[in-house]
């Protein structure tokens, strides 16, 4: 029973750092309907430049300020050269185009800050806590709290300021945002920023587990699953997403995984994702579309 | 009694079988003869090794994948895992059936992939765009565990790896360069040709009704649901046999690892670089994306001479990629096919515009 608590809570928590890259994908596709597969790129390559930032010395705020510097300038950039000349086209247009954009991320990280495994130290020990009987990595709590930190600041952000309810205004209803005088293309240039500063805080984390490299940028692929069951246009749906898609996939590792071969992980969370598709076409907090001919 | 009679007008005894005039253009049959029968002749084994016989493959993928995509409307990015069930199981045939010729087994490759494709297309009922596509991204990671956790795809083999087993047809010896070239040449004539016909047969327009909206094409009574079903087979079996030619062929030797999903990806790049709902397109766009990678190498080594490590050329490869399909699909989202017709429109008229 406590080995079962052990593995829940382990994939749980594990779960969250599905879910911090899950929020990136969401602010993007309630904003701008871009279904950004350049997440992961981004994720990396923020990554890659707090760490080099770090390597040469500048202290862990100003770095983390001078990369947030960083990624505002890409999603401005992103806005005027990818977007804004696609705007009006096809959502499958615009997924490709983020594919192209996640070549470009890959090359210029890894072109100019290098393709070695860094070593990325944020300070937090990873040594076991005893909560009762019930081994829990300190590690994941951080992370998990993170997490939370970052849905709350989100969630000021949207309801609260007026950037945030221009946002929403955005997702709700472009046409309409657009002619009670909504800057559309400042407002993507801000959903961009604020999703590459979620892909920072998640690319940290997964940067601190596994050291900063490559492999980085695959964390997308961990993320597609989560969205589909928390549905694409939903925060709350990413976590939820996220801490089911950590539980299962733990659980049947060491449950399901030894009967059939092991190694499940890589496809398990995506088998689960065709489970929930079936019974929820549009994921479990998603919007079910509505067809006019 | 005055019967009123409504009378139709007669139907025309000449009228057209085919809507579409339908003639080989000369262009098209020129190239076919110089890919038969110069060459074979005139290719070094480089050529026909390095550029040719992948170049071939690619198209032949490609098409598969734009049978899907391009015709169907049904964004795939699991096009290598079929591809790989198409290999292993014509590994499988030719090993486990003794005494089958290598078309049989290909085909049958190619049938087993389509099935495979046929129940990865069952989602397509219930789900469509971006969710239909993850459950591609499943086909393609779960495909590839089965293959590499399995032993008994690879023949228990230590390495993981199939390879290429008799490729002969008749007595005919193919595992020569030639051979192999004419082999995929064949292969993919063949295919092509098929594919040619059934984009306008009925299920062919189904499928581009679909594209267009498939809620609209239910409405007109098209069966959708069947419809995709069989486009998934289809472009499984397309790529099934893609796969087949890709590992024997080409590689010679293949794992899973063969398949993994940067040729999916390789091959959505081919149908958005070459032009979706195109054949041609895939046949443009594979040369573009198996010619790109060489050309620039070349490029590399001539302006830098060997200063820039092979790392950084790869890193600048992929930046240059990237912003080639952008920029592709800012100018021209129908892709080189587009680009190349709308050349051949100017140059008809040139120096007059239109």
Known sequence: MIFFLETLIGGLLAGTMYSLVAIGFVLIFKASGVFNFAQGAMLLFSALTFVSLQEHGIPFLQSLLLTVVVIVIGAVAIERAVLRPLMNRSQITLFMATLGLSFILEGLAQGLMGAEVRALDLGIEDTPLMLGEVMVSQFDLVAASTAAVLVTVLALLFNKTHIGISLRAVADDTRAALSIGINLNRIWQIVWAVAGCAGLVAGLLWGARQGVQFSLSLVVLKALPVLIIGGFTSIGGAIVGGLIVGAAENLAEVYVGPSIGGGITPWFAYFLALVFLHVRPAGLFGERAIERV | ?354
């Open chain 2, 1 to 354: 009694m005055n019967q009123l009679v409504h009378r139709l007008p007669k139907p025309f005894d000449n009228a057209p079988l085919e809507i579409v005039p339908h003639r080989v253009p000369w262009g098209l049959s020129g190239l076919a003869v110089f890919a038969f029968f110069a060459v074979p002749w005139l290719g070094s084994d480089y050529w026909l090794n390095a550029i040719l016989i992948p170049f071939l493959v690619l198209s032949l993928a490609g098409l598969g994948l734009n049978l899907l995509t391009g015709y169907a409307g049904q964004t795939s990015v699991g096009a290598a895992g079929f591809m790989a069930v198409g290999a292993f199981a014509t590994y499988g045939l030719l090993l486990r059936v003794p005494g089958l010729p290598l078309p049989v087994a290909l085909i049958g490759g190619g049938l087993i992939a389509a099935a495979v494709g046929w129940v990865f297309g069952i989602p397509s009922a219930r789900i469509k765009g971006f969710y239909l596509m993850v459950t591609t991204l499943a086909a393609q990671f779960f495909l590839e565990w089965v293959f590499t956790k399995f032993p008994w795809f690879y023949n228990n083999a230590s390495s993981g790896t199939i390879s290429a087993p008799r490729l002969e047809l008749l007595g005919v010896d193919l595992s020569s360069p030639v051979g192999r070239y004419l082999l995929t040449l064949v292969t993919v004539a063949l295919l092509t040709w098929v594919a040619v016909n059934l984009v306008r047969s009925q299920i062919g327009r189904n499928w581009m009704a679909i594209r267009d909206m498939d809620t609209a094409a239910a409405v007109i009574g098209i069966r959708v649901e069947r419809d995709k079903r069989r486009a998934f087979a289809v472009s499984s079996f397309y790529l099934g046999i893609a796969g087949a030619l890709w590992a024997f062929a080409y590689l010679g030797t293949a794992s899973a690892g063969s398949f993994d999903i940067n040729r999916s990806f390789q091959i959505l790049f081919i149908i958005i670089i070459g032009g979706m709902g195109s054949i041609a397109g895939n046949f443009i766009g594979a040369a573009f994306i198996s010619l790109l990678p060489i050309v620039l190498s070349y490029a590399g080594q001539a302006l830098l001479g060997g200063s820039v490590d092979a790392g950084q050329i790869q890193n600048l490869q992929k930046m240059i990629f990237g912003t080639l399909i952008i920029w592709f699909l800012v100018k021209e989202p129908d892709g080189l096919v587009r680009l190349i017709a709308s050349l051949r429109e100017k140059l008809a008229v040139w120096p007059l515009r239109f």
